[in-house]
C-alpha cells in the first residue's frame, strides 16, 4: 500500500453522492448520510468527516469531533478528548490498513479517544491500542465505549 493520504472531507452535495455508495453496502447503521444533511442544512463550515480516497473514489471514512474538557467523564486528568464514529471502508478495501491509517490520523492529535464500536469489529479496536472502558450505567448509557489514552493519560475510576 502507497502512502494513505487522509482527507478533511468538505460539507456539500458532491460528499453526500460519495457517502451514498456506502449505504449501498448495507451499514445502514454507520451511514452518515444522515449527519451530512444535518451540517449542509445548517452550514457548518468546519467538518467532522475524514476519508481516504483512491482516485475520485472515497473508499474509507470516519467521524471525529472534539469533546470539551469540561464534558470529560472518561480520562485522567480531565481534558479534551476526541469521539471516533462510524469508521468505514468500503468492503473492496478492508484487510489492507485504511482503518488503521484513519485511526492513525485520530491518533496522531495526542489526545485520548474515546468510540463506540459496531458489532464484530472489537477485535479490530483491540489491534489498534483501544481498551474497554470501565462501565458507568449514567454516563454510558447502554454503550460499551472503547477508549485509547495517549501516554499520561489514564482512565478515571468508576465506583460502581
Avoid at 30 to 53: A, C, K, R, T
Avoid at 99 to 124: C, E, M, W
Wanted: hydrophobic fraction near 35%.
Amino acid at each position: 500500500m502507497d502512502k494513505v493520504k487522509v482527507e478533511k472531507l468538505m460539507i456539500n452535495y458532491k460528499t453526500l453522492e460519495k457517502f451514498k455508495r456506502f449505504k449501498e453496502y448495507g451499514n445502514q447503521e454507520l451511514s452518515m448520510l444522515e449527519d451530512l444533511e444535518n451540517n449542509l442544512v445548517e452550514n457548518q463550515s468546519d467538518s467532522p468527516f475524514y476519508g481516504i480516497y483512491i482516485g475520485d473514489s472515497l473508499i474509507a471514512r470516519m467521524s471525529l469531533y472534539k469533546v470539551k474538557q469540561k464534558y470529560d467523564f472518561y480520562f485522567d486528568p480531565p481534558q479534551d478528548y476526541l469521539t471516533l464514529w462510524k469508521l468505514e471502508v468500503l468492503p473492496e478495501y478492508q484487510g489492507k490498513g485504511y482503518g488503521k491509517a484513519l485511526v492513525d490520523f485520530a491518533k496522531s492529535y495526542q489526545l485520548p479517544i474515546k468510540t463506540n464500536p459496531r458489532i464484530n469489529s472489537h477485535g479490530f479496536w483491540e489491534k489498534m491500542g483501544f481498551q474497554k472502558a470501565q462501565y458507568k450505567m449514567e454516563r454510558d448509557l447502554g454503550e460499551n465505549p472503547l477508549i485509547w489514552m495517549p501516554e499520561g493519560v489514564k482512565e478515571i475510576q468508576t465506583t460502581d
